[in-house]
């Protein structure tokens, strides 16, 4: 279950790097361009990752009973509605006939995917740190 969750921060994480380069630079639309084909592979997986990322965090909270069980699934609850609220800014993305580097540009800023990148980092960083002390334990 960690390296699913895992695997699916890495692709969300990669996905919003291409972004950036992307949006820098200052195409009118993605047809015709290599970046902009990938893009559409980028957004792609990294919808894929979001879908259900919610669902695997709680998943890894009642395996490994990880406590405070109730703190962990209200922070479990917060990460899938960004991961939800993210979801939806791209797929409008990926809906439009052409993805101009502005449009990536505004989805870069947007608060939902600046949300859930800061939940993943967190989140990330306390099941690396819980994971080191059970080990330090064994």
């Known amino acids: 279950m960690r390296d699913d969750f895992l695997r699916r921060c890495d692709t969300i994480e ?11 630079q200052g195409l009118s ?3 015709g361009s290599q ?16 879908t259900g990322i919610g669902d695997v965090l709680a ?8 406590e405070p069980a109730a703190r962990y699934r209200a922070y479990g609850a917060v990460l899938d509605r960004d991961a939800r609220d993210s979801l939806a800014a791209i797929d409008l993305v990926l809906s439009q006939p052409s993805i101009s580097s502005q449009i990536v540009d505004n989805l870069n800023a947007s608060i939902h995917l ?5 939940d993943l980092f967190l989140i990330d960083e306390i099941l690396k740190s819980q994971a080191a002390s059970v080990e330090g334990r064994t």
């Open 14 to 24: 990669e996905a919003y790097e291409f972004m950036l380069a992307y949006a820098a």
């Open 29 to 31: 639309g993605d047809a």
């Open 35 to 50: 970046s902009g084909g990938q893009l559409r592979e980028f957004l792609t997986r990294a919808a894929a990752a979001l």
């Open 59 to 66: 998943a890894i909270i009642e395996r490994e009973r990880l």
């Open 114 to 118: 600046r949300a859930l990148l800061t």
